[in-house]
């Protein structure tokens, strides 16, 4: 039997071109997305006259190559063939070849990607004009007081306090606002449209209900309550926004007390939508502290009830993205009203729509309102566009079930959404809802037929791709911008992603219920409220792993290298998992490396050193000492001011149990870190000096030691003793009036392990003095320096104590000159060795120096928010047998 006969050419045409394709993602829109995208990126960053004249380069190239490719495209023999680039036996007249034809379309993508990059750097021109126009930028160098008529951009956001030196900072409220009329000091008065960011410096509030009756509480809450549209009269101070490439004009400082003088009210649409989302925290208000707090985020974005350590354990866990609305939630809601996105035109098609007889025009046009409604009510977050845009392009295609529709819709999205807002392209945000949802569409899908191929079942193949693929291109840029890795990220991820859906449906149930009916808005609320506190378990239990996070480089360089080496994993997965032994091994790895059992970390890192005695945190310009007393337990001097820093070096150094806490003084640099001190551990009592100053930090610590059950004593003088640890009190003296919180600082004089020590706080030259006159204060094997190394000190006190090792605990590039120059020279010429945190890192000393190789180590412990960067390692040698040893421990 003869077999088929071949597909017969059509007339004037090769066989080859009529040969049918397989059919591959469309990826036409593509290079446009990403030339208008990285158009808009410049564009807005230089003077608008620039970004004017790059739109006008980029029209001109585009019109010319685009005349090349018609010109091309038209070149014909004089009997109406083709003449250039025919293949040579065609005769004349034929239709262009393949080759031809891809030069042609080739030519056209090109024009059209540059069309579409004028388009972008012209509307980023305009858009940066407006930082430059009107006389608000002018007023702004010079730091002028003005009176501003503002319209509110955004939702008001509580700053949390921010230590800088001996004080925690109160609040403020910032807003993003557009500045429509403005006032000078002369009187003149203009009216503009100028993007500015409104900050109001807020009056620190006591905590507890009586605190929260007092003018400054209502003060907040008025300031809080302002909904965007709403237009306000200001007086403020203008001044230049620090940041490069900011989408504002100027920072306008409120010099004004009082709540917010309001000349015009929201509009309708935003009182309704800033009803909901008051509806829904009043709906969520009686829930467990962690469900109250994630509820309002999950569904709308309001992340305002969050508090900052499990905001921080979202972070670590890379969970973060579910209080940022995204396309997941739009894809929820969607999926209410239209059901399975492959059956919604067909006579099976699910969903409330064909419940309620609604017609498939019908149903189009109610997901059209629901996306609107959702950005208003979500607000018009990166995230929030980009999913409104997708979902308001591809809904067509969703209801069609054709997946190769959607990378289409998600890149005329961008090519929307940058065109219509050219500093999205400077969006991290954007940046990063943009590559999950592409990873999403294109790598998810590949990832999860090889795990159905080796048995994994459907569904759960399609989570572990799909939490893979996200984590895959967004690990480089996460890396960027908070210099880790978390190792725990996928599978928690899949943990929360089983909680997700249900809460996302019952939130917006009761968001939904809450207007028309409060307690079935309480009862739904409650019951979202289950699965929420699932996702915060998931997220504090990963976070508070030892290993959840790794420290990798920051900035580009260290994205660049993490994208590289994620490249490379991806690319050995499918030879490593052709040998099951070794892909258990590397799984292995990974849970040792995040559980941390035992001894491994000190044998990994070599931190703590063995037989180390005393342990000096990095917690930037701040101090946090440790003196190790057994079985996991220590004595514990300051809690820094970070309080991320604290827990993360005591994890480090294997801290459960800490039956004494001393601090020496209520400076925010010493007390400010105390919630992640007693975060997952046990602390006996605190005990403090007799100086309640600052009066509003003395308050905070006993707020928080009375919310986790732990006593508050006042330090006095006299012997004590913790298991091998043996200190003496020797400051502040009994009835002693210090003039200030530091000259109250509590001094130590500590023997453990055969070394003795002196702590000193941050006591000033005078109460130094008076401490040099004790007959109790022999000679010291260590100090730690008074005032993170000041230069003020008393030198006959450094004469006296004639240190072998001294210790400074301050911030790198700290703006106070700390440690001074002068310090540094009186003890290196006392002949100390002088470790500093700033340059060292973490820093534990051993001994006693019996014999030579006693040492000192110094570990690099990177805290969050220090800034700056590190000293090169170094080596010196105390008098005696005593060694120094500076090594990188990141």
């Not at 042609?104 to 059209?112: M, W």
């Not at 008025?222 to 549209?229: G, H």
């Not at 690990?475 to 943990?495: E, K």
Request: aromatic share 4%.
């Amino acid at each position: 039997m003869r077999g088929a006969p071949a597909p017969a050419a059509a007339p004037g045409r090769r066989l080859d071109s009529a040969t049918p394709r397989p059919e591959g993602p469309d990826l036409r829109l593509l290079p446009c997305a990403l030339a208008a995208w990285a158009a808009a990126a410049v564009a807005v960053g230089v003077q608008p006259v620039a970004a004017a004249g790059g739109a006008v380069c980029c029209a001109v190239a585009g019109l010319v190559v685009l005349h090349a490719a018609l010109t091309r495209g038209r070149t014909e023999d004089p009997g109406g063939g083709r003449t250039a680039g025919r293949t040579a036996g065609e005769p004349p007249g034929t239709e262009p070849g393949p080759a031809v034809r891809r030069r042609g379309s080739t030519g056209i993508a090109l024009a059209t990607a540059l069309f579409c990059a004028a388009a972008a750097a012209g509307s980023g021109a305009l858009h940066a004009a407006d930082l430059h126009r009107g006389p608000l930028p002018g007023l702004a160098r010079q730091s002028a007081k003005i009176t501003a008529e503002v319209t509110v951009t955004g939702d008001p956001r509580l700053t949390r306090p921010r230590v800088h030196g001996p004080r925690s900072g109160p609040p403020a409220v910032v807003l993003t606002a557009e500045a429509r009329r403005v006032t000078a000091a002369d009187g003149t008065a203009t009216e503009v449209r100028t993007p500015v960011l409104v900050i109001i410096p807020l009056r620190a509030v006591p905590g507890g209900a009586e605190g929260e009756r007092r003018p400054g509480a209502r003060e907040r809450a008025a300031w809080l309550r302002l909904l965007p549209s709403t237009r306000l009269r200001l007086e403020a101070r203008a001044v230049p926004s620090r940041g490069g490439g900011d989408r504002v004009a100027a920072v306008l400082r409120g010099t004004g007390k009082g709540p917010p003088v309001v000349v015009r009210g929201p509009t309708a649409v935003q009182r309704a939508a800033g009803g909901l989302r008051a509806g829904l925290r009043e709906a969520s208000g009686g829930l467990p502290a962690d469900a109250r707090a994630l509820l309002p985020g999950l569904v709308v974005g309001d992340t305002s009830r969050v508090p900052p350590e499990l905001d921080r354990a979202f972070h670590a866990t890379d969970l973060v993205h579910l209080l940022s609305v995204s396309g997941a939630n739009l894809t929820i809601v969607l999926a209410l009203l239209i059901g399975p996105p492959h059956l919604a035109i067909r006579a099976e098609r699910r969903g409330l729509a064909p419940r309620f007889g609604i017609p498939l025009r019908g149903t189009a046009l109610l997901g059209g309102l629901l996306v609107l409604g959702f950005v208003v009510v979500c607000r018009p977050e990166p995230s929030v566009l980009r999913a409104a845009a997708c979902g308001g392009i591809a809904l067509l295609a969703i209801a069609t079930g054709r997946r190769r529709s959607l990378l289409p819709a998600l890149a005329a999205a961008v090519l929307s959404l940058v065109l219509y807002d050219p500093w999205l392209a400077r969006s991290y945000g954007f940046l990063l809802s943009v590559l999950a949802t592409g990873a999403l569409l294109t790598l998810a899908p590949r990832w999860s037929a090889a795990l159905q191929r080796r048995r994994v079942p459907g569904r759960a193949a399609e989570v572990l791709a799909a939490a893979a693929a996200a984590q895959a291109v967004c690990a480089p840029v996460v890396a960027v911008l908070a210099a880790r890795v978390s190792l725990v990220a996928i599978p928690c991820n899949l943990l929360a992603e089983l909680a997700v859906a249900p809460a996302t449906v019952l939130g917006f149930a009761a968001l939904a219920a809450a207007p028309l009916a409060m307690p079935a808005a309480e009862t739904l609320a409650w019951l979202a409220g289950w699965p929420v506190e699932w996702i915060a378990a998931v997220a504090r239990t990963g976070a508070a792993l030892p290993g959840a996070e790794l420290h990798w480089p920051g900035g580009w360089t260290g994205g660049l290298l993490l994208a590289a080496v994620t490249a490379l994993l991806v690319s050995l997965v499918p030879r490593l998992v052709r040998h099951p032994w070794l892909c258990a091994g590397c799984a292995l790895v990974l849970l040792t490396a995040v559980l941390r059992p035992g001894p491994l970390p000190r044998f990994v890192t070599g931190w703590p050193p063995p037989g180390w005695r005393l342990a000096v945190c990095d917690v930037g310009q701040g101090e946090a000492l440790v003196l190790p007393a057994g079985g996991g337990r220590a004595l514990v001097v300051d809690a820094g001011p970070e309080p991320e820093a604290v827990d993360r070096c005591l994890r480090s150094l294997g801290v459960r149990r800490i039956p004494l806490l001393v601090l020496t003084h209520f400076h925010a640099d010493h007390v400010a870190g105390l919630p992640g001190l007693l975060r997952g551990r046990s602390v006996g009592a605190i005990e403090t000096t007799t100086l309640d100053d600052p009066a509003d930090q003395a308050a905070f610590v006993r707020r928080t030691a009375a919310a986790a059950g732990v006593r508050v004593l006042r330090s006095v003088p006299g012997p004590r003793r913790l298991g091998p640890i043996a200190w003496q009190v020797l400051w502040p003296l009994p009835g002693l009036v210090a003039e200030g919180a530091n000259d109250a600082s509590v001094t130590m004089l500590v023997r453990t392990g055969g070394l003795t020590m002196l702590l000193l706080g941050d006591l000033e030259p005078p109460a130094q003095q008076r401490l040099a006159l004790s007959s109790e204060l022999p000679p010291v094997d260590i100090l730690k320096v008074a005032h993170h190394g000041s230069a003020y000190q008393d030198p006959g006190l450094l004469s006296r104590l004639r240190p072998r090792i001294a210790l400074i605990s301050c911030g790198a590039d700290n703006d106070y000159g700390h440690p001074a120059p002068r310090t540094l020279r009186a003890l290196r010429a006392g002949g100390a060795v002088v470790l500093r945190t700033d340059t060292h890192g973490a820093i534990a000393v051993t001994g006693p120096p019996a014999r030579p190789g006693a040492a000192v180590t110094a570990g690099r412990a990177r805290p969050a928010g220090s800034g700056g960067r590190r000293g090169a390692r170094g080596r010196g040698r105390a008098r005696g047998s005593w060694r120094c040893r500076c090594a990188d421990r990141s």
